[in-house]
């Protein structure tokens, strides 16, 4: 099989857990581009938190595209421009603030390029690391958040929120509910996955579904890996996830991402 796109979460499956990527990674994805093959990067980061992985990777000069926000948003890297994107109306956004008032759980949303909440938490703290993102931490949520957004976060240790995920996913079964750490709890618009803003992009692109990879680690990466051809997770995925895919290489610390370009694309 003569695979065409290659579509990569980043946290803890091609970034090692420094958030870097590494160098065998990086020399494997430009060999991978250097024969056609599409690197799209499909994460839950926004956007802003993505573009500069993807010019390390040069998907700007290889006409590339980049999936954030668990896919509510596609960007043409080579233009620079969005091509697709869904939010959550400010009723749903203030809706699930009511339901982590209830649920007590933090929430935080993303305005303007900021992280936005009302409280302070060690999982925010995380979110601020990794995204590189300014906290706006207001006093009145609701008033803050007077429009559209792309996604939420719940937050909160790890065992009560799969309490919550379940819960949620009862109270709003029109929206999309997926873990993509252990204490982080995305929602988005409803029909928002990652694996739908693969489909969209392989239509755009006249790919065929067997013949995109799709590697992953975590819970919002699992429509991806069962919708792709070949559905790869690294070696670190959750334990409960393992038996979901077609194959499973090395850690993100490991090289896994490398491993499946030298396996299954450089052969």
């Known amino acids: 099989m003569k695979y065409k796109m290659l579509v990569l979460d980043m946290d803890d499956t091609l970034l090692t857990d420094d958030h870097k990527i590494s160098k065998e990674n990086k020399e494997m994805l430009l060999k991978a581009q250097e024969l056609g093959v599409y690197v799209v990067l499909a994460s839950g980061r926004p956007t802003l938190a993505m573009t500069d992985f993807a010019k390390e990777l040069h998907l700007d000069v290889n ?6 926000f668990n896919g509510a948003v596609i960007t043409d890297l080579k233009e620079d421009q969005v091509i697709f994107e869904q939010s959550l109306t400010q009723q749903q956004i203030h809706e699930l603030y009511d339901y982590s008032l209830k649920s007590k759980t933090h929430i935080i949303t993303y305005i303007d390029g900021n992280i936005v909440s009302e409280t302070d938490s060690e999982y ?5 690391t990794i995204t590189g993102l300014k906290h706006n931490k207001v006093t009145n949520f609701k ?3 007077n429009s559209s957004a792309i996604k939420c976060i719940l937050l909160e240790e790890p065992s009560y929120l ?3 995920e379940k819960e949620l996913k009862l109270a709003m079964p029109h929206l999309s509910i997926s873990m993509s750490k252990p204490f982080f709890l995305e929602v988005a618009q409803n029909g928002i996955d990652k694996a739908a803003s693969i489909k969209f992009l392989a239509k755009k692109l006249n790919i065929l579904q067997s013949e995109i990879i799709a590697v992953g680690n975590a819970g ?3 429509t991806m890996i069962e919708y792709a051809g070949l559905g790869v997770w690294v070696d670190n995925v959750n334990p409960e996830l393992r038996d979901r895919g077609d194959v499973i290489v090395a850690s993100n610390n490991n090289h896994g991402v490398a491993e499946v370009v030298r396996r299954f694309i450089l052969n």
């Open 63 to 68: 006409n590339s595209y980049m999936l954030s």
């Open 143 to 145: 008033e803050a958040v």
């Open 162 to 164: 799969l309490q919550v």
């Open 124 to 128: 925010i703290e995380v979110e601020k």
């Open 220 to 222: 919002n990466d699992l």
